[in-house]
Structures are given as structure tokens and as C-alpha cells.
């Protein structure tokens, strides 16, 4: 299985691992929907929203673990 990373498109994690969904809503990144999320990383995203990255990561991948 291919660990998420930063560099990885928003949209794209989510459209291959719907389980992730509930994570970046968790971390206060509720707007998968708008255009930014299509185009922008995951680091981006959570830069614009000051959400640790590492800790976000963190538990993308553990989504996908289970």
C-alpha cells in the first residue's frame, strides 16, 4: 500500500481513499468540495488552514491502515 504524502493532491487521496474524508474534516479542513482542493496538495491545504502537517499525515496514513 502507497503511504499519503504531502506532495499528494487533495482530491486525489480523498477520490482513492474515501475513508480520509472524516480525517481532514477532523483536522478543520471541511471544504474538500471547493476548487481549491482540486488543485492544491495536502501541505498547501493545510498551510492555508494552520494545521500541522506531520500530525495530519499522520493520521491520513493510519486511515488507510485500517
Not at 48 to 66: E, K, M
Request: glycine share 8%; aromatic share 4%.
Amino acid at each position: 500500500m502507497k503511504n499519503i504524502t504531502k506532495e499528494m493532491s487533495i482530491i486525489e487521496v480523498v477520490q482513492q481513499h474515501p475513508e480520509t474524508v472524516d480525517v481532514f474534516r477532523n483536522f478543520g479542513m471541511g471544504c474538500l468540495g471547493c476548487a481549491a482542493a482540486r488543485f492544491e496538495n495536502i501541505e498547501q491545504g493545510a498551510s492555508a488552514h494552520g494545521i500541522d502537517i506531520d500530525a495530519l499525515i499522520t493520521s491520513l496514513n493510519q486511515a488507510i491502515a485500517q
